[in-house]
């Protein structure tokens, strides 16, 4: 980027980045790239909150847009959600966010990529995302070139108290120094660096102990690691979360990104830093010139009551080909896709809320029940499923629906013929029975999903929502 003329300010954008951004439309008339599909097995979960995806293509240097995009739509077509790209100086305000009402579709996550520059230097655009974050508690994911040339003008980019730091650079903490070539192939892995250790490998200026928690080590970000796959390409695999040969434009930083504790700026309270990926640079085959000695290449923090992170990787099609060799062996895991979108995920709060499988509202991906205070559900677990339940007359204990997640079991206690049925989420019949009363009726095994069990007697009907 910095040091190679072949990609600093070409003459044309290239054919590929040409066809992404028609998806787009370069008028900005265009809603989405994508349209949500609740059809898709991901969306059917009554725990998703990766409804929509705001990708901002707008750049200020050199950097291709066009493999995140396509990334970005391959996902969007996998797990149903919509996408929305926009890449003009001002399309980022309050009705492209989907706050104008805040009821109808809102955003969820936003993803910035490569932007080489402060990107909201419209003022409404600024106002907008600030908004989105800070008060209505959504994620911002950054990419790559996100993390450079935004500045704080009178003291330079690593001065956060700068007075006239952009906000950018407040969210993003460090911004870029060096680099070598790109693909410069590196081990990357996931830090679980606790308060007191220091970080693996560390010498001179990194060598300082945690001051917190970083990484797997935190509830909050536990889950985004879960499944993923292991160095081989197989999950459950040796060497668990660690990854060889990854090639990118792996960054250096303007100071230890780990070593930033909690702010308040111009009454905005930001987080420390959580250091979520790092470098192992002393790799036999790492070839860099350029050390660090503690190189995180992805990281979270919160500003205000939202949650943002920033991931190096993303230069060029090889982080998103997925294709590398370990020991000898070719593995072709796309493992920047899997961790990006574990990313949203974690942006979209996908992994908070009810983590007892003994109530109705559990959801198994969770690994904390709340983050933040007042845009977090204060009582994630409501409904037991452990107690009988009553009919909708609200009168006796005639008719109960018990059990736990994927072990159901429907109790009917009035005399007299009664049906069975069990309802995916767009209403259709996937399961029906008959029986006599009193008497009870093992639901068995659906698919991994939310569904409706409707019980109608010759007095009654009930109907409760369950989760396999």
């Known amino acids: 980027m910095k040091t190679s003329k072949s990609y600093r300010f070409p003459k044309l954008l290239g054919g590929a980045l040409l066809v992404g951004l028609a998806l787009a439309g370069t008028a900005q008339a265009q809603v989405a790239v994508v349209a949500r599909d609740t059809t898709k097995a991901y969306q059917k979960s009554p725990?998703?909150?990766?409804?929509?995806?705001?990708?901002?293509?707008?750049?200020?240097g050199g950097h291709t847009q066009s493999y995140l995009q396509a990334?970005?739509?391959?996902?969007?077509?996998?797990?149903?959600?919509?996408?929305?790209?926009?890449s003009t100086a001002s399309y980022i305000t309050e009705t492209s966010l989907g706050m104008a009402g805040d009821t109808t579709?809102?955003?969820?996550?936003?993803?910035?990529?490569?932007?080489?520059?402060?990107?909201?230097?419209?003022?409404?655009?600024?106002?907008?995302?600030?908004?989105?974050?800070?008060?209505?508690?959504?994620?911002?994911?950054?990419?790559?070139?996100?993390?450079?040339?935004?500045?704080?003008?009178?003291?330079?980019?690593?001065?956060?108290?700068?007075?006239?730091?952009?906000?950018?650079?407040?969210?993003?903490v460090r911004q870029y120094l060096n680099h070598n070539p790109d693909p410069n192939y590196a081990r990357i892995y996931v830090d679980s660096v606790r308060a007191g250790e220091i970080p693996p490998n560390a010498t001179t200026a990194g060598n300082v102990a945690a001051g917190w928690d970083h990484g797997k080590r935190v509830p909050e970000?536990?889950?985004?690691?879960?499944?993923?796959?292991?160095?081989?390409?197989?999950?459950?695999?040796?060497?668990?979360?660690?990854?060889?040969?990854?090639?990118?434009?792996?960054?250096?930083?303007?100071?230890?990104?780990r070593q930033q504790g909690a702010q308040t700026l111009d009454g905005v309270a930001y987080g420390p830093v959580i250091a979520l990926l790092s470098m192992d640079e002393k790799a036999s085959y790492t070839a860099s010139s350029y050390k660090m000695q503690d190189?995180?290449?992805?990281?979270?923090?919160?500003?205000?009551?939202?949650?943002?992170?920033?991931?190096?990787?993303?230069?060029g099609q090889t982080a998103y080909t997925g294709t590398r060799r370990v020991k000898g062996v070719v593995v072709n895991d796309t493992i920047n896709q899997k961790i990006n979108w574990r990313f949203i995920r974690y942006l979209a709060r996908d992994f908070v809320g009810c983590m007892?499988?003994?109530?109705?509202?559990?959801?198994?991906?969770?690994?904390?029940?709340?983050?933040?205070?007042?845009?977090?559900?204060?009582e994630p677990c409501k409904t037991?499923?452990?107690?009988?339940?009553?009919?909708?007359?609200?009168?006796d204990d005639r008719i109960g629906i018990l059990g736990t997640p994927g072990a159901y079991v429907v109790a009917v206690n009035e005399p007299g013929n009664y049906q069975v049925t069990v309802l995916d989420v767009n209403g259709r019949n996937v399961y029906a029975v008959s029986g006599n009363g009193p008497g009870r009726m093992k639901i068995p095994t659906m698919k991994s999903g939310s569904y409706v069990i409707r019980v109608t007697t010759g007095q009654h009907q009930w109907s409760k929502q369950v989760s396999f």
């Open 47 to 60: 725990n998703s909150r990766v409804h929509r995806v705001l990708y901002y293509s707008y750049k200020l």
């Open 221 to 257: 970000f536990k889950a985004i690691f879960d499944s993923l796959p292991s160095n081989n390409g197989v999950i459950g695999g040796p060497e668990p979360q660690v990854w060889d040969s990854l090639g990118d434009e792996w960054y250096n930083y303007r100071g230890y990104v």
């Open 384 to 395: 037991s499923t452990n107690t009988a339940l009553v009919n909708h007359h609200n009168t």
């Open 71 to 86: 990334e970005l739509t391959r996902l969007a077509n996998i797990y149903g959600f919509q996408l929305d790209v926009g």
């Open 356 to 378: 007892d499988s003994s109530y109705v509202e559990y959801n198994p991906s969770a690994s904390v029940t709340m983050i933040t205070t007042g845009i977090d559900d204060p």
């Open 295 to 315: 190189r995180v290449q992805a990281w979270s923090r919160h500003v205000g009551n939202g949650l943002t992170i920033y991931n190096d990787a993303g230069h």
């Open 105 to 172: 579709n809102p955003v969820n996550v936003a993803v910035f990529n490569n932007g080489d520059g402060d990107v909201l230097q419209n003022a409404t655009s600024l106002a907008a995302m600030k908004k989105f974050v800070q008060d209505k508690g959504r994620g911002l994911l950054q990419i790559h070139a996100a993390a450079a040339y935004v500045p704080c003008p009178t003291s330079g980019a690593e001065n956060l108290t700068d007075a006239n730091c952009k906000w950018l650079a407040r969210v993003l």
